[in-house]
Nanobody
């Protein structure tokens, strides 16, 4: 059974940085793609960034372009999200998601990901 475990969340002041990590276990192959989403109470889950395992071409939501960087370590089955120049509006629960089907087409929509972590809270104060 696939497990995704996020870490690295916390509280930071506006302009600061955080690095989130997501470790996958229970699988022997590399994922097709992994992504980060975020969600605040009362709002839909929002795609932040995604990366295909066989490519180093990431995709970002407009709201985070130029500030966030997604990267991966396929050998360790981990994905990271470096978040710089954080803003109060980045405050959310951040989730890691993955799709292991080799033909999957991945996007920043939650429907493309069958596997999810439990989330890690990021709070940015002004």
């Amino acid at each position: 059974q696939v497990q995704l475990v996020e870490s690295g969340g916390g509280s930071v002041q506006a302009g600061g940085s955080l690095r989130l990590s997501c470790a996958a276990s229970g699988v022997t192959s590399s994922s097709r793609c992994m992504a980060w989403f975020r969600q605040t109470p009362g709002k839909e889950r929002e795609g932040v960034a995604l990366i295909y395992s066989n490519s180093n071409s990431p995709y970002y939501a407009d709201a985070v372009k130029g500030r966030f960087t997604i990267s991966q370590d396929n050998g360790k089955k981990q994905v990271y999200l470096q978040m710089n120049s954080l803003k109060p509006e980045d405050t959310a629960m951040y989730y890691c998601a993955a799709n292991w089907w080799y033909l999957a087409t991945c996007s920043l929509y939650p429907r493309d990901y069958p596997d999810w972590g439990q989330g890690t809270q990021v709070t940015v104060s002004s």
